[in-house]
């Protein structure tokens, strides 16, 4: 498993969201990528910071 690199939050907690909006850049393999939400709700916390190192199938933001 690559570990992928953060390295951007788009979002604040408690801000709302839509099916599609952008939340995260993440680079693996040293390509850019932006990591969109799969549901529409609040962002109720934020579980990773700029320059960490996470897994692919890590819960990086919670949304109720």
Same mark, same amino acid.
């Given at each position: 498993?690559?570990?992928?690199?953060?390295?951007?939050?788009?979002? *604040?907690?408690?801000?709302? %969201? +839509?099916?599609g909006?952008?939340?995260?850049v993440?680079? +693996?393999? *040293? &390509?850019?990528?932006?990591?969109? +939400?799969?549901? +529409?709700? *609040?962002?109720? $916390? &934020?579980?990773? $910071?700029?320059?960490?190192?996470?897994?692919?199938?890590? %819960?990086?933001i919670?949304?109720?």
């Amino acid at each position: 498993n690559d570990a992928l690199l953060i390295l951007g939050i788009l979002v *604040k907690g408690g801000e709302e %969201v +839509s099916e599609g909006n952008p939340l995260l850049v993440i680079e +693996s393999m *040293k &390509i850019e990528k932006t990591i969109n +939400s799969n549901l +529409s709700g *609040k962002v109720s $916390n &934020i579980l990773v $910071n700029v320059d960490d190192s996470v897994q692919y199938d890590q %819960v990086m933001i919670e949304i109720e």
